[in-house]
């Protein structure tokens, strides 16, 4: 069996962006991750401005200046300003060449065409100078970043009005498992609520990632590889969940290889979680997941998501920190061990209750404490690895 490094390192070595590059309205792009830099057309601001509103003045040796008009936002009006010249500016206005400083309003005393600057002035002042944020030509957004709200407003003030950017990957989730009924029928004696499938869903639309189709099977190996065969025709990434371990009805693995999946790994040194596992055909990719429900999520943020962030072509990472553990801890077996936890201004609490079959406490859970498996015995206030969820 392969460690929890070995696995991560596998899955970060077989996955990569989808091949598919599409160019969608500026507008429209976020959540989507560029494909290329964006290379600013334009000076960012384009003109100088004023940060403030106030006065912009071409200095002389007196504090009293004469007042020669106004500026607004917006307007294209030019002043030629000699020293001892002023104009009434205001925030985002275009600061007259000839205008060296804005003084905020703040510190001026106004006396008919007269103005009386009571503060120092300093050359440059409260103007925001052309090009101080981006010059023309620069790199304004970098390829494999996720576009988010700001950046959508970076494009347009630089007047973007297409981009080009990764097609988003397209996954399928299938759950098996004969014991497992809908939300909304009455359950019969055995039978349970199947809630995988809700869960992976929920997870990947939290994350920002869609989901194309949720099939749910019978442990029977020709109808999970048809279900297998179906999604691998409209998805870059299939889920099953259940039937991946080594019982009798654990049909999973056989039904991914009877489709041309390639194993890649099949158990990880690690609970929970041990029976996952990652296969691919051609530039597709699976995961078998443990039908347990904490199990099931927890390969998800530890797994999946960096793999579909690869495929989205933001590259294969999560949100590890480091932090202290607030209480003692006795780690039971050899396996290296995921622990949900709360976790807080750098202090991280382990839940009780971790059994892989309990999504209980894991509802309460913002974090997963990474504990490797030659370690034990943990104090109060020893550093772990801490996945942000
Ligand atoms: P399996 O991995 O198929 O052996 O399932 C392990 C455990 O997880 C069993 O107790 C299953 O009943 C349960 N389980 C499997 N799939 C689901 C599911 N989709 N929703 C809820 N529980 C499940
Ligand atoms: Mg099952």
New binding site residues.
């Given amino acids: 069996m392969i460690s929890v490094s070995e696995a991560l390192h596998l899955i970060k070595e077989n996955t990569g962006p989808v091949k598919d590059i599409i160019e969608i309205s500026a507008i429209e792009s976020a959540g989507y991750v560029l494909s290329q830099d964006v290379i600013s057309p334009v000076d960012l601001p384009a003109f100088d401005q004023s940060a403030m509103d106030g006065f912009a003045i071409s200095p002389h040796s007196s504090e009293r200046y004469h007042l020669r008009g106004e500026v607004r936002a917006g307007s294209s009006t030019q002043f030629q300003l000699d020293p001892g010249d002023a104009v009434r500016i205001f925030t985002g206005a275009r600061v007259p060449e000839s205008a060296s400083a804005v003084v905020i309003q703040e510190e001026v005393v106004t006396d008919g065409d007269e103005i009386c600057v009571k503060s120092d002035v300093s050359k440059g002042m409260n103007i925001r100078t052309q090009g101080e944020q981006l010059r023309t030509g620069s790199v304004a957004l970098s390829k494999g970043m996720r576009v988010n709200p700001a950046a959508v407003g970076l494009l347009v003030s630089m007047g973007i009005e297409k981009v080009n950017v990764y097609r988003k990957p397209l996954t399928s989730v299938i759950?098996?498992?004969d014991?497992?009924i809908a939300p909304g029928s009455v359950p019969e004696p055995g039978q349970?609520?199947?809630?995988?499938?809700v869960v992976l869903v929920s997870a990947l639309h939290e994350n920002g990632f869609g989901v194309i189709s949720v099939q749910h099977v019978k442990d029977e190996v020709s109808s999970i590889t048809d279900a297998i065969s179906a999604e691998s025709k409209i998805s870059d990434l299939i889920l099953v969940?259940?039937?991946?371990?080594v019982?009798d009805h654990?049909h999973t693995v056989e039904c991914l290889a009877n489709n041309g999946y390639v194993k890649i790994f099949h158990g990880v040194d690690q609970k929970p979680g041990k029976p996952l596992y990652f296969g691919i055909k051609d530039d597709k990719i699976a995961f078998g997941l443990?039908?347990?429900?904490a199990s099931a999520l927890t390969c998800f943020y530890v797994y999946i998501l960096p793999a579909l962030r690869s495929v989205s072509g933001s590259g294969f990472n999560g949100k590890w920190i480091r932090a202290g553990l607030n209480s003692t801890f006795k780690k039971k077996g050899a396996r290296e061990e995921f622990l949900r936890a709360e976790y807080s201004n750098g202090i991280v609490t382990l839940l009780p209750l971790q059994n892989s079959?309990m999504l209980h406490n894991y509802a309460k859970a913002n974090a997963l404490v990474r504990l490797p498996a030659g370690k034990a015995s943990y104090e109060s206030g020893d550093p772990v690895d801490v996945l942000l969820l």
Avoid: K, W
């Fill in positions: 759950v098996t498992g014991e497992l349970i609520y199947e809630s995988n499938s969940s259940g039937g991946v371990s019982g654990d443990p039908g347990n429900p079959a």
